[in-house]
Every structure is written in structure tokens, then in C-alpha cells.
């Protein structure tokens, strides 16, 4: 009888740490999935509608940064990769001191154009002269560009840097009274200081 308490006592143990396993394994996988999830809903957004943005950009006061870049780009991947994702992700540009988008220059359909008129990315990339890709482009709302471009890579890690001041020029064009810091490290700090004290 002692034998078979104990046998049950050390099944029942297995069965529950599995059981615990099972639901911590289940809760991990879930918790996985919000944040692939997340991620990916935050990840840099590709150009659907210029018109649209350009009237985004006139009722907030922000300019558009325009990433064009191609399927086939090693650098402009690259780009996406480290600097434009993570700025996308983190969400405190996109809509808050920027309209950042890609447009894929690679793109054969047709989008709503600033005035409302279908374009295509490849052939208004070559009239704007960006189709040498990665080039980045900052518009006002009126599709005035305010800042100088930025054309190829030269250096992958000081590259969010010339983003930065290329927006604060972009913002002293526009008669914006913003500004955002030099690093984004530095806009980071920013804003906890700004959390901790609102």
C-alpha cells in the first residue's frame, strides 16, 4: 500500500511539473507572439499614399523624411534594418517630430501622388532625382524639400546623426520653433527626463 502512495505521490508531482512547464512554455510562446507582433506593426512603413501624408505633414506642423530605397539594395536593407526600424519601433518619431516612410523605388503600383494624381515610386523617384538608392528626402507638406538630402552610406553608425540634423534643419526652414537632439541617444535621455517630469 506504501508503494502505491508513494508511486501515486511521484506521478502526481511529474504530471503537475509538466503541467506547470506546459503553461510557462504556453505563456512564453503567447507573450513571443505579442511582441512579433508588435514589432512588426511598428517596423518602417512603406509609402501607400502621398497625398494623405503631405495633409498629415500640413496639419501637424512635421516634415516628411523619405527613404528611397529597393528590394535589391544591400545598403538601403541594411538602413531599414539598423536605423529606420529601430526609430520606427521605439515611436517616438514617426508622427511626433517626423512622418518618416520607404518607398520602394522597385514598386510597379501606382499611389495617390501630392495632388491626388496615381504616380508611380519609380518614375516620381527619377523626377525627384532619388533613384539612386538609398537616398533620403525631407519634404514639407507642400512637397517643398527643407533639409538637404542624404545620399548612399558613408558611415552606418553615424547615420541617425545626419538624420537628426538634417531634421533640425528641415524645422528652422519651416519656421518651427522644434527641435530634437543630436543623437538618438541624446533624444532618448530627452525624453525620460520629460516621463519623469511631465
Known amino acids: 500500500m506504501f508503494d502505491l502512495v508513494r508511486l501515486f505521490r511521484q506521478s ?3 504530471v503537475t511539473v509538466l503541467f506547470m512547464t506546459g503553461m510557462l512554455l504556453s505563456f512564453t510562446l503567447a507573450s513571443y507572439a505579442q511582441r512579433a507582433d508588435a514589432g512588426k506593426a511598428a517596423s518602417f512603413q512603406e509609402l501607400q499614399n502621398l497625398q494623405q501624408l503631405a495633409e498629415e505633414a500640413k496639419q501637424t506642423g512635421l516634415p ?9 539594395c544591400e545598403f538601403c536593407e541594411q538602413l ?14 514617426d508622427g511626433k517630430v517626423v512622418l518618416m516612410r520607404h518607398v520602394g523605388v522597385d514598386e510597379q503600383q501606382t499611389i495617390p501622388g ?3 494624381e ?9 523626377a525627384l532625382n532619388a533613384d539612386l538608392t538609398p537616398t533620403v528626402i525631407f519634404l514639407d507638406g507642400d512637397g517643398r524639400e527643407v533639409a538637404p538630402r542624404i545620399v548612399g552610406i558613408s558611415n552606418i553608425h553615424m547615420y541617425a546623426g545626419v ?3 538634417n531634421l533640425n534643419i528641415a524645422y528652422r526652414n519651416m519656421g518651427l520653433t ?8 541624446l533624444y532618448e535621455i530627452q525624453l525620460q527626463k520629460k516621463s519623469l517630469n511631465p
Open 114 to 116: 501630392l495632388r491626388g
Open 178 to 185: 522644434l527641435r530634437i537632439p543630436a543623437t538618438p541617444e
Open 80 to 93: 531599414v534594418e539598423e536605423v529606420f526600424n529601430p526609430m520606427s519601433m521605439r515611436g517616438n518619431y
Open 64 to 72: 516628411i523624411m523619405l527613404m528611397f530605397g529597393a528590394e535589391w
Open 163 to 165: 538624420i537628426h540634423r
Open 12 to 14: 502526481y508531482k511529474q
Open 118 to 126: 496615381p504616380i508611380k515610386k519609380s518614375e516620381w523617384a527619377y
